[in-house]
Structures are given as C-alpha cells and as structure tokens.
C-alpha cells in the first residue's frame, strides 16, 4: 500500500499569514495515464471532507486562489497565501494513483493562533 | 443540485449487521464509481472500499480490515448506493461516508457505534 506521510501535523497560523502543508507518498504517484492523482481535502469540525485540489495543483470551483496545490512524484504540497477564518480545520491528502486502497494522510489540523 | 444522502447508522452489538445507504441526486450516479470512507471518533479519514460503475465491470475492492466481512453494492435504477457490513467489530465504531470519484460531493455521514 501507499503511504502518505502529512506534516506538520498541528499548524498554528496567524490570520493573514501563509500556511504550508507537505504530503509525501511511499512510491511515485505518475500514473501509467501520465496523471498524478493526488487529491486534498478540507474538513471543518462537525461537517464532511470538501474536495480542494485535485491531480495536485487544479482548483475545484469555488476554492480560493489564496489556495494552491504543487508537486510532483513523491513529494506535493498545499499552500494557504493568506490564511484566513474560514481556512481552520483538518487537511488531508489523499493518491487514488495505485489501488487498492485508496491512502490519505493523517492530516493536518489548521488552528488560528 | 448535487446531493449524497444517507441513511442506516445505529448502535449495534459486535457480531451483528448493519446496512448503510446512500441516495445520489443530482447527477446519474451509474456512470460513477462510489466509494465508503470512515472516520473513527477523534482520527482520520479511512479508505473502506469502492464498486466500480456496471460499464467498468462493476467490481468491488475493500480495505484488508473489512475484507470479507463488508459488501458493497447498488441499484443505479435507484441512484442508491449500499454498504452491508456483516460481524462487526468494536473497531468499526465510526463515521461513514459515501463518495464518489466523479466528482468527490460527500454525504453527510452517518454514525455507527459497536458496543456491547
């Protein structure tokens, strides 16, 4: 199976202030389509996941370009320009490159200090 | 409006069954491959298994700690997606959720409790 490794795993942010997330895979996520399917996730308390990113760096309608996805291979990242209230919660990765299972990371919680 | 609704949670005793639900609407889920996540009380997010549309075959594949004992089917007449879990385990204590890779809307979750 794939393993994704998330860190930080806490990230205190200061509204205003950016925010980084890495993800790292186990193995290279190009799939043999010459997709990486590398998904991010955001989850507010109390509510379901909300697709962010997807094939690591396109936007999903709606998510603010404060936010954006990079990477490749073995290595992605999510970053937050300027962070704002709405941003607090759990980010997640998450590969759907090799199957099964589908693998997320363990997430990262996103706090306002 | 794109919307997973689901249905069917409860408290059980370990060893029992449970069936979970989810209605797609919205969009016509038969072209779609669907998908159950968990979540246990305060963790994260756990891949549990996936069918595959009928045009793909309509296979399923599961996570190891389910395998065998959870079945997923559904009914595309129904934009209905189901989750049979059989022997379960106080392990399996959690949220579900129902997603799909089409467009990964989620459903609202629903809480299952194992529990003698």
């Known amino acids: 199976d794939v393993v994704m490794t998330q860190s930080p795993l806490s990230l205190p942010v200061t509204l205003g202030q950016p925010a980084s997330i890495s993800c790292r895979s186990s193995q290279s996520l190009v799939h043999s389509d010459g997709n990486t399917y590398l998904n991010w996730f955001h989850q507010r308390p109390g509510q379901s996941p909300r697709r962010l990113i997807y094939k690591v760096s396109h936007r999903e309608s709606g998510v603010p370009d404060r936010l954006s996805g990079s990477g490749s291979g073995t290595d992605f990242t999510l970053k937050i320009s300027r962070v704002e209230a709405e941003d607090v919660g759990v980010y997640y990765c998450m590969q759907h490159t090799h199957w099964p299972p589908y693998t997320f990371g363990q997430g990262t919680k996103l706090e306002i200090k | 409006e794109v919307q997973l609704v689901q249905s069917g949670g409860g408290l059980v005793k370990p060893g029992e069954s449970l069936r979970l639900s989810c209605a797609v609407s919205?969009?016509?889920?038969?072209?779609?491959?669907m998908i159950w996540v968990r979540q246990a009380p305060g963790k994260g997010l756990e891949w549990v298994g996936r069918i595959k549309s009928k045009s793909d075959g309509g296979t399923t594949d599961f996570a190891a700690p389910v395998k065998g004992r959870f079945t997923i089917s559904r009914d595309d007449a129904k934009n209905t997606l189901y989750l049979q879990m059989n022997s379960l385990k106080t392990e399996d204590t959690a949220v579900y959720y129902c997603?799909?890779?089409?467009?990964?809307?989620w459903g609202q979750g629903t809480m299952v409790t194992v529990s003698s």
């Open positions: 997603t799909t890779d089409l467009n990964w809307i």
């Open positions: 919205g969009f016509t889920s038969s072209n779609a491959w």
